[in-house]
């Protein structure tokens, strides 16, 4: 294996209410590779992604394709290490 990621996981918390996250990932979406899938996990409530459609410019966001782009949204609602873990676990099997 190469130094190259396999997947990129972007976690925010409270997303919709501090805007830089989304701001971030708005670079983030401009600047990663299309062809790396995306985890996007809400760590404490679903609404952070709300507008997500219009960030990666497409109606069919919900079926995790956009813009080429695999895309899968997870939200766990505990920001804790055993939150984590445990959403780590489920990504990675």
């Known amino acids: 294996m190469g130094n190259e990621a396999e997947a990129l996981i972007f976690v925010t918390w409270n997303g919709d209410r501090s805007t830089w996250q989304i701001e971030c990932l708005k670079e983030v979406l401009r600047t990663v590779p299309v062809r790396l899938p995306m985890i996007l996990m809400a760590s404490c409530a679903p609404n952070d992604f709300l507008r997500v459609r219009d960030l990666l410019g ?3 966001h919900i079926l995790g394709r956009a813009k080429g782009r695999r895309v899968v949204y ?4 505990e920001f804790t290490s055993d939150a984590f873990e445990t959403a780590v676990g489920l990504m990675l099997g």
Not at 74 to 77: G, S, T, V
């Open 58 to 60: 497409s109606e069919d």
């Open 74 to 77: 997870m939200a766990n609602f």
